[in-house]
């Protein structure tokens, strides 16, 4: 009996080490830390870059390189050069050349469908309206010439890019574009786009190409070329027959591009 009993209790005892060793091996834990950021609006001065409509972070150089300041603020917006047409006394429409671009770094020019961009990056969830108005093409030789009366631009098409959204976000979104706008002469201005009630685009950028067959792999695409150019049907000149027209001058309208809080 003694023996048994002896016997067992070392047994037992050879157990309860084992138990042991096996929970020191199985020691351990875990913790957690933090990491942590606070955003903070840009200044009112701070710039932006023009990213290629279409793409979620293309970063290309125009050859317009006018854009406002702010953390709302327009990154581009376009020249309209309809270069050289002939006098009729017909009305008729003419192209705008394509506009220009290259990539950082690279110095080949690129054609690109004209187009106006919206950067947002004030981190308040607010809205937008960018309005633009035009004033007469004046001749250069105010002296001897008189400026086109009616003679005014039209953007006949337009397609809108996010660079965080979908197409079909983006519907939801941003609106007010209407196929076949014209730019009155008078210095007006009109709603060009803005954002939808109770919507915003915060920290991205949105464009409007007035092109529709624009592509952010096909910038050129929709294009009439001519004389070995490129040119926009989406924005075109509305030649007004009847204005007087002085051969070999050159006639300049200025476009004043505008963007503001929503209400």
């Known amino acids: 009996m003694k023996t048994t009993k002896l016997m067992t209790t070392l047994a037992l005892g050879s157990i309860l080490l084992s138990a042991g060793a096996l929970n020191a091996a199985a020691a351990g834990g875990s913790a957690d830390t933090n990491g942590s950021v606070k955003f903070k609006t840009q200044d009112t001065d701070s710039t932006g870059v023009v990213t290629k409509p279409d793409t979620e972070g293309e970063i290309i150089e125009t050859e317009t390189d006018k854009q406002t300041t702010g953390p709302l603020r327009l990154t581009h917006i376009p020249d309209f050069d309809f270069t050289t047409v002939d006098i009729k006394s017909d009305t008729f429409l003419a192209n705008a050349l394509l506009e220009k671009y290259n990539l950082p770094g690279n110095a080949d020019k690129q054609d690109i469908s004209h187009f106006v961009q919206v950067e947002d990056v004030r981190g308040i969830k607010a809205g937008w309206k960018v309005s633009v108005k035009?004033?007469?093409?004046?001749?250069?030789?105010?002296?001897?010439?008189?400026?086109?009366?009616?003679?005014?631009?039209?953007?006949?098409?337009?397609?809108?890019?996010?660079?965080?959204?979908?197409?079909?976000?983006?519907?939801?979104?941003?609106?007010?574009?209407?196929?076949?706008?014209?730019?009155?002469?008078?210095?007006?201005?009109i709603t060009l786009l803005e954002?939808?009630?109770?919507?915003?685009?915060?920290?991205?950028?949105?464009?409007?190409?007035?092109?529709?067959?624009?592509?952010?792999?096909?910038?050129?695409?929709?294009?009439v070329e001519k004389d070995g150019k490129k040119?926009?049907?989406?924005?075109?000149?509305?030649?007004?027959?009847?204005?007087?027209?002085?051969?070999?001058?050159?006639?300049?309208?200025?476009?004043?591009?505008?963007?503001?809080?929503?209400?």
């Not at 093409?137 to 010439?145: Q, R, V, W, Y």
């Not at 092109?211 to 294009?223: E, F, V, W």
């Not at 926009?232 to 200025?254: C, F, H, M, R, S």
């Open 231 to 263: 040119y926009n049907p989406g924005a075109q000149l509305n030649v007004i027959g009847t204005d007087e027209k002085a051969k070999d001058e050159t006639y300049t309208a200025t476009l004043t591009w505008t963007i503001t809080e929503a209400p």
């Open 134 to 189: 035009a004033s007469q093409f004046l001749p250069s030789n105010p002296a001897d010439n008189v400026p086109l009366a009616n003679t005014h631009i039209v953007l006949q098409e337009g397609q809108v890019f996010n660079t965080r959204m979908d197409a079909a976000t983006v519907a939801t979104t941003v609106g007010g574009f209407t196929k076949g706008t014209a730019l009155k002469n008078d210095g007006s201005s």
């Open 195 to 223: 954002t939808l009630a109770n919507k915003n685009t915060d920290s991205s950028k949105t464009s409007l190409v007035f092109n529709d067959a624009y592509t952010g792999t096909a910038a050129s695409a929709g294009s």
